[in-house]
Structure formats: structure tokens, C-alpha cells
Nanobody, 121 residues
Framework: VQLQASGGGLVQPGGSLRLSCVAS????????MGWYRQAPGKQRELVAV???????NYADSVKGRFSISRDNAKNTVYLQMNSLKPEDTAVYYC????????????????WGQGTQVTVSS
């Protein structure tokens, strides 16, 4: 199973970006998909996650500005980021947790390779 993230880049404060992450491979189902970020010198932190049933959870710092969505049929998760701030600058990692592969009853956790988001004027 591989996670491929895209959509990062350089944006001015107040701008928007949309991140996408596609999970590929021999996947039967994915329980939770989401986004984490890591700024230089800081620990990786949760940004937003969503379950296959549509429940969501956001970090307080992004509530009201970011929106996570998911296409279960495509094993894809999106992160719409609006009103971006310089403190949102980080490498954003997508995450798939509770992944069940076809023919294998166990659950697995996978990380994508990360995409850089830089908010600067």
C-alpha cells in the first residue's frame, strides 16, 4: 500500500491550498484517513482526520479554516486549507490508519511521503 500526497506549495498569507492523498494497493477498506504536519524543530501534530463514516476531528488551530473530506471509493482524502497563516508552514503528511488489505484480516498504518506547504509573503 502506498500513499501519494500532492498539492503543496508556496502561498501568501490569507491564501488557499488543497492537498490530496491517494492510497493505492491491495486495499479492502480504510478506517481513518487524515493529515498531520511537522514544522522545523517541532513534533509532528494532527491537523485533521476523518473516518470512513464521515466523522471528523480537527486541531484547534485549524478549526474554521481547514476542511477535510474523503472519497471512499477512490481511497482519497483531501484537505482544503483557507485563510492560511505563516504558522501553517510545515511538511504535511497524509495518514491511513486501520487499513485492511484484501485477503489479510489485520489492520495496518501507513504514511505518505509528505508535501511542503509554505505560507509567506
Amino acid at each position: 500500500v502506498q500513499l501519494q500526497a500532492s498539492g503543496g506549495g508556496l502561498v501568501q498569507p490569507g491564501g488557499s491550498l488543497r492537498l490530496s492523498c491517494v492510497a493505492s494497493g491491495n486495499i479492502f477498506s480504510i478506517n481513518v484517513m487524515g493529515w498531520y504536519r511537522q514544522a522545523p524543530g517541532k513534533q509532528r501534530e494532527l491537523v485533521a482526520v476523518t473516518t470512513s463514516g464521515g466523522n471528523t476531528n480537527y486541531a484547534d488551530s485549524v478549526k474554521g479554516r481547514f476542511s477535510i473530506s474523503r472519497d471512499n471509493a477512490k481511497n482519497t482524502v483531501y484537505l482544503q486549507m483557507n485563510s492560511l497563516k505563516p504558522e501553517d508552514t510545515a511538511v504535511y503528511y497524509c495518514n491511513a490508519n486501520g487499513v485492511i488489505r484484501v485477503g489479510n484480516p489485520h489492520e495496518y498504518l501507513y504514511w505518505g511521503q509528505g508535501t511542503q506547504v509554505t505560507v509567506s509573503s
